[in-house]
């Protein structure tokens, strides 16, 4: 019994971290992936990249033999990229822009210590992610909040994405998370819903009955993915539907 203790609470602790090694991503969060190289094209391995937005959530990584890197698991939202590696200058990109499941490309370049480097990114992500066969379009808080929304449920938004359908909205489910809809001709429970990472669903039924719907003055953005996702985005036969509300900064903000 002495002997089958420690392998077992081995065991267990495998379980327990297998989730969070395999979703590398999910549903409500983006990553920044990209190249490291130096002034001659040539890759720089070891470089440490480092992704910070304005509530100061801080991610890093560290480039591979091949110069590639990944930064994973980042809400939605601008950050600021700098890499950096000894006997080179620190490179900074600013205005990184990550969206909700998808990877921001960023290729960087060192120069040598001797001289003063920095890239400032302002372009938008690509339209077309090149990287991931999955299908769905982000609705980003500027769409939440200018678009007329009668009913002020988010999930109304979501059939502007092709492939998804939904009934016209009865006046008596106004601000609820009643809004049913349908993704490639499947059942509207065969949906799965994430708030913030945390599953949404009602448990037995797997639609949103009464399900108290965030503001969408609140949200950053959100996103219907309709087909060809991956297994880190979820596993039901209809569209994944993923929001992220905001989060703080150190600037005093708010509307009425």
Partial sequence: MKLRMPIQIFLLACLWLAPALVRAQSPTTGQVAGVVKDASGAVI???????????????????????????????????????????????????????????????????????????????????????????????????????????????????????????????SDLGRGDTAFNVDGQRA?????????????????????NLAVPATDTLQECIVQTSQYDASQGRNAGGIEAAEKKSGTDQFHGNI
């Fill in 45 to 171: 391995s070891g470089a440490r990249v480092t992704a910070t937005n304005e509530a100061g959530v801080e991610r890093s990584a560290t480039t591979d033999e091949n110069g590639r890197y990944a930064v994973p698991l980042l809400p939605p939202g601008a950050y600021r990229v700098e890499a950096d590696k000894e006997s080179f200058s620190k490179a900074t990109a600013e205005n990184v822009v990550v969206r909700i499941t998808e990877t921001t490309v960023l290729d960087i370049r060192l120069e040598v210590a001797s001289q003063k480097a920095s890239i400032i990114v302002t372009s938008e992500p690509p339209m077309v992610q090149t990287d991931t066969a999955s299908r769905g379009d982000v609705i980003s808080s500027e769409t939440l909040t200018e678009l007329p929304l009668p009913t002020r449920n988010f999930q109304q938004l979501l059939t502007l994405t092709p492939g998804t359908s939904s009934a016209i909205s009865n006046s």
């Fill in 189 to 209: 429970v065969s949906n799965f819903i994430e708030i913030n990472g945390i599953d949404a669903n009602s448990i037995g039924t797997g639609s949103t009955p």
